[in-house]
Structures are given as structure tokens and as C-alpha cells.
């Protein structure tokens, strides 16, 4: 039951998205900040009992905020050169590569 209450709160926020996307491109962008999978993601932590790990999940989060910013500005970049579905992948693979610089690279420095 825990999952599946998870996976009905990531569809609703999907679907705000999709609704609000048919009115305006700001307000999707925002909403995309909500803090939803974070929400999530603490919640199955803090239910294991262990403030110490709703703290070890909330630094993690926070070292994944420049990976984000690499995927929205290489979105940004790609848009104008390809199209919109390659420039996601593309910030994506962009994203994974910001992200494993960040959790892996401090382990070989």
C-alpha cells in the first residue's frame, strides 16, 4: 500500500503538469521544481525510523541541485539545434554525467 499511495501522488503531479502545459510554459516549469519525488523519497527513509538517514537523503538532494541545472541549460541549448525530444535526452545524458561526477568523482580525488 505505501508504494502504490507514492505512485498516485507522482501521477497527480504528472498529470498538473501535462494540464497546466495545455495553458501556458511557465507554470510547467515551476511545477517541475515541486518538490514531489523529494517528498517521496524522504517519507521511505523517515519510515525506517532513522533521522540520521532523512539527513543523509536531504544532502544528497541538495549535491543533485547543479546536476539539474546541467540538464535544464543543456535543454536549453539543445532546443534550438535539435529536436525536442533529443534535446531531453540529451539533457539527460548530460544530467547522468553531472551526477556521477558528483557522487563518484570525490571517491577517486
Not at 536531504?58 to 534535446?87: H, K, M, Q, S
Request: net charge positive.
Amino acid at each position: 500500500m505505501d508504494i502504490l499511495w507514492k505512485g498516485v501522488v507522482g501521477g497527480l503531479v504528472t498529470a498538473l503538469i501535462v494540464w497546466a502545459s495545455k495553458r501556458g510554459n511557465v507554470l510547467p516549469g515551476i511545477l517541475s521544481l515541486a518538490p514531489t519525488f523529494a517528498v517521496i523519497a524522504l517519507l521511505a527513509v523517515g519510515a525506517k525510523g532513522n533521522p540520521t538517514g532523512v539527513r543523509e537523503a536531504c544532502l544528497a538532494g541538495f549535491r543533485t541541485i547543479p546536476a539539474y541545472l546541467a540538464f535544464l541549460g543543456a535543454c536549453w541549448l539543445f532546443i534550438e539545434r535539435v529536436d525536442y525530444r533529443l534535446a531531453v535526452l540529451g539533457g539527460i545524458a548530460v544530467w547522468l554525467a553531472a551526477a556521477l561526477a558528483i557522487f563518484l568523482a570525490p571517491r577517486y580525488l
